[in-house]
C-alpha cells in the first residue's frame, strides 16, 4: 500500500508535469474536495404561508441533509425530518403552516414517495406507502388549508392520476383520472383539476381544459414537437390562464389569455431567449415578474407594484436574483443571489421597509477563498449556429495554452447557466481551462435552436462540441494535446461519443450514467416517459428507417475505436440510464483489448446523491485528469471516501490512483 509520503510524492509529479508550461505557484491552495461537494452547510430557505417560521436544509449529526425549522424570531432551530441515509434534498410548506412536505426515493430509483413532517406533533408520515409507486405534488392551496392534490401511478405504472389528500388523516381519494396520453395536471385556485397536458404521437403537445371536475375535457391549445405550451397558472377567478407559449414565436413568451374569448396578452418576452423564471403573486397568482437567461438573468418587471422591490434587491448583491420564497401576506420575501465566484447567498426582504437582511450562505468555507471568474462566451457553429456558453479559467495564470475539460451538461434537453459551480471551480482549482456549451438542443434559446437537433445525437449536436473546443485552441487557451470532455447522462454519453466518433480530439474522457447503445437505452427507460418526444428528437429505435441513424450515433458499437483513457462512474439503481449500459460498453471494451476504469455506486441511481459518493468518484475523477492532463489533485486516503460503496473495475491498466 502506498504511504502518505509516496502519495505527496506522487501528487509532486503530477504538478511538475503540468507546470512543464506554466509556473504553478502562481495557483491558489487547493480547494478541498469535501468542501467543494460536500453538502452545504444551510441551503433553501422557505417561509412559512402565515409568516412566522423558517425552513431550511442543513445536514444533521450523521451528516445527512434534514428539514431544521425555527420561528422567525427565533435563533436556533430543529430537525423535524428523519431521513435515514440519502438526504432530503427539496420540501416545501403545508398550506395550514403547521407541517412540512417532501419527497424522498430509495437509492436512487426515483419511485419518490411524499412525505408530511408534523411540527406540532413530531411525527412524520409517509402519505403514498404503496410499493413501486413514484408520487408528486400537484398543488396547494392557503384557501384549503388541510387538503393537497397528489400524482401517483398506482392504478397504471404509465399513468398518474390525481388524488386528493386530506393531511389531517392522510386519506386519500381518486379525484381525476389520467388519459393514456397525459402527463400532467394544473389546478386552479379552488383546487380543481383545470387543465391536462398530453403528448401527440408526432411529439407535440396538448393542453386540455374543462370548467370544473365535473365537466367535460376539451382540447384547447395545441403546439408542435418544438413549440413550448405550458399553463404556468389559473388567474385567480379561473377565467384566464398565464401560460409559457411559443406559438407564433421563436422565443417561448409568457402570456395571458381569456380562456372564453381567446384574448391575449404578450406579458413578458425576449428575441434573445427563453422565459425560465417567474414570480407569482401567492394569492392573486398574477405573474409580477419574468426571468430570461441568454447569459445572466435578465428580470422582466410585469406588475409595477413589485418594480421599487426589484429594482432596490439589485443593489443588495451583484449576483443573479431568484425569488425563493413569500409568505401570503407578501411582506416578507426570501431572495437567493447566486454568484460565480460565491456559494448561493440568502437574505430575507422585509417589503414594508424596503429592507434586505443577510440570512445565511450555503457554503461559507468558500467565502474568501480566489475562485475562478465564469464568463459568458459566444461561439458560431461549423454551419452557422450561434453557441453560447461559458468559460472559467484557473486564477493566477495566463489564459494560454492550458489544459481544459469540456464539461457536457446532461439532458440533452436542459443548459449550463451562469452562478456557482461547484465542478467548473474544480477543474479550475486545479489548474484547468474548463469550457461549457449549450450545443443545439439545450433548452432556453428558442425552438429553431432546440429543433436543430433533431435526430442528430453523436453528429451535428457532437459537432457543436467539437467547434467549440476548436475555438479555444484557435483562441490559445487551450492545448489541443491536453483536452478532456467530462459529462453526465447526456453529458455522459457525450464523454463516450468523443472517446468512439473523436478518439484523436480528447487525452481522455469521462463518462457518468451515460447510454452506450440508444437502443437498449430507450429499451429500459421508465414506463412513464413518453416515447413520441424520444422518437422524434433523438430517433425511433423500433423504426427500420431509422435504424442506420441510432446505430451510428450508439458509441456502444464502436467500442473498438477507445484508445483514449476512459473513466465510467454509474449508479446501480438508475432508472433512466441502466446500469448496463455502462457494463456492455466496459465488457466491449475489454473484449477488445482496450482500457477503461468502472466505478459502480450499489446505493445510487441518476447521478451521486449521497455526498460520501459523490466525493469518492471526484477524487477517482481528479486523479485520472492529472495523469493524463498534468493537472493538481488532492491525495485520497484509502481505498475509497470515508462512507462510499464504490465498487470498482479496472480493465486493461492500474487505475488513475487516487491515494
Known sequence: MRTRAGQLILAVFFLASFGATQSRADLPPLIPRDILFGNPERANPRISPDGKHLAWLAPDSKNVLQVWVKPLE???GKIVTHDKKRGIRNYSWAPNSNAILYQQDTEGDENFHVYGADLISGSVRDYTPFEGIRAGIIATDHKFPDEMLVSMNLRNRRRFDAYRLTL????????????DDVTGFTADSKLQIR????????????????????SPWRDWLQGGADETVRVIDFSEDGKSIQLLSSLGNDTARVMQIDIVSGKQTVLASSPEADAVSFVIHPKTKAVQAVGFMPDRMRWSVVDPSVKGDFEALAKVHGGDLLVVSRDLADDTWLIAFTSDRSSIRYYSWRRPEKKADFLFSAQPKLDGLQLAEMKPVKLKSRDGLELRGYLSLPVGVAAKNLPMVLYVHGGPWARDTWGFNASAQWFANRGYAVLQINYRGSTGYGKKFLSASYRQWGKKMHDDLIDAVDWAIKGGIADPKRVAIYGGSYGGYAALAGATFTPEKFACAVDIVGPSNLKTFISTIPLYWKRPVWDVRMGNVDDPKDAE????????????????PLLIGQGA?????????SEQIVSAIER????????????????????????????RAEAFLAKY???????MEGERYPGSTAVVKVIGEQRASAR
Open 592 to 619: 477488445h483489448g482496450g482500457k477503461v476504469t468502472y466505478v459502480l455506486y450499489p446505493d445510487e441511481g441518476h447521478g451521486f446523491a449521497r455526498p460520501e459518493n459523490r466525493i469518492d468518484f471526484n477524487a
Open 549 to 564: 441513424l441510432i446505430r451510428t450515433a450508439s458509441p456502444l458499437l464502436r467500442a473498438d475505436k477507445i484508445v483514449r
Open 573 to 581: 439503481n438508475d432508472p433512466r440510464v441502466n446500469k448496463a449500459e
Open 629 to 635: 492532463l498534468g493537472g493538481r489533485f488532492e491525495p
Open 74 to 76: 427565533a435563533k436556533e
Open 168 to 179: 389531517s388523516t392522510g386519506a386519500l381519494v381518486l379525484d381525476t383520472e389520467a388519459a
Open 195 to 214: 387543465a391536462a397536458y398530453s403528448i401527440t404521437p408526432a411529439g407535440g403537445s396538448i393542453i386540455r381544459l374543462r370548467d370544473n371536475a365535473q
